[in-house]
């Protein structure tokens, strides 16, 4: 067996990095590693296994001179806690673009993503994170294309992860990469655990912004988070706001950043979510529940929303 020159990926212990991503990142490799070694021993054509290394640094650190900057690979993992702040961030940001301009692939997962985009690089790119960051991130980074639907977005130079448990995602997306596709499948059997093609929003709960400071529109998301969504037409819910038609539909799309309709169809998806995992209902009657008249019409807007048809979310989710 003759070996290849190893994958060498960093895994970036940033401040409050969370410490189970980077050891169970660390774990998935090895095995992968121990998957290609078992296959290797039948063959005779030349291997490749990883490398795995840690780049640690604490917040007093004012330089990141003596960092690696040879990963072929550097993983931002999630944070324990809130996601890192600008200031934290700032002393190594150069340091990760000098890593990206010499050939590095930048990964992020979760709230590793924050740290990411301090750096510019994700500035009108594609990029995910935790759903529930997915305010604050557009806020803070407004000129990052952000799609919370997605669980991974490989752009081949740069992928970030959704979910705080996605590591797995992208640790098998990069065996895939760099050890091949029946490695991939193999260290996922051995950690039984999904191969990638999962997407968050089969996960994310419908999380409303409800701080916008628009007491006219809050006061109507309330009654239709009351009502199941079901009476919300734009002349009811105009009415109720005390608004002339046209300037609800301005106010309400700038205070939810959705419009009535949407906003309304996914409080009925979420309460059809819940039935379809805990209650013994047909999909029929559940969209009539949830105030779908036509069951075809309830079918393509749950399959919008979650990116799985009824039938498939109660298959894999039902209690």
């Known amino acids: 067996m003759t070996a290849e020159v190893p994958v060498k990926i960093e895994l970036v212990r940033y401040p409050g990095a969370q410490l189970s991503a980077v050891l169970g990142l660390s774990d998935l490799f090895e095995i992968a590693n121990d998957v290609v070694q078992t296959r290797s021993e039948t063959e005779t054509h030349p291997t490749r296994l990883l490398q795995i290394g840690q780049c640690n640094w604490k917040t007093e650190d004012k330089s990141y001179a003596s960092l690696p900057n040879n990963g072929d690979v550097l993983i931002l993992p999630p944070a324990l806690g809130a996601p890192i702040t600008s200031e934290a961030a700032r002393p190594a940001v150069n340091w990760l673009r000098d890593c990206h301009a010499s050939g590095s692939v930048i990964t992020s997962v979760c709230a590793g993503a924050f740290l990411l985009a301090e750096t510019g690089l994700l500035d009108g790119r594609r990029a995910t994170t935790h759903w529930s960051h997915a305010h604050a991130f557009s806020s803070r980074f407004p000129n990052v294309v952000l799609d919370t639907d997605r669980l991974m977005i490989d752009d081949g130079d740069i992928i970030t992860a959704g979910g705080l448990m996605s590591w797995t995602d992208l640790g098998l997306r990069l065996v895939d990469r760099f050890l091949g596709s029946a490695v991939m499948l193999e260290a996922a059997q051995v950690l039984l655990i999904d191969p990638p093609g999962r997407e968050q929003r089969y996960y994310s709960a ?57 906003y309304a169809q996914r409080i009925r998806v979420g309460k059809a979510r819940d039935l379809l995992q805990f209650s013994p209902l047909s999909v029929d009657a559940i969209a009539w529940e949830v105030g779908y008249l036509d069951p075809a019409a309830f079918r393509k807007v749950f399959l919008r929303i979650v990116g799985l048809t009824p039938s498939e979310y109660r298959k894999r989710f039902h209690a």
């Open 206 to 262: 419908f999380a409303p912004r409800l701080n916008h400071g628009d007491a006219s529109i809050l006061g109507v998301q309330h009654w239709m988070q009351a009502t199941g969504g079901k009476e919300a037409t734009l002349s009811v819910l105009s009415e109720r706001a005390g608004l002339e038609e046209r300037t609800f539909l301005r106010r309400f799309h700038k205070a939810t950043g959705l419009t009535s309709t949407d």
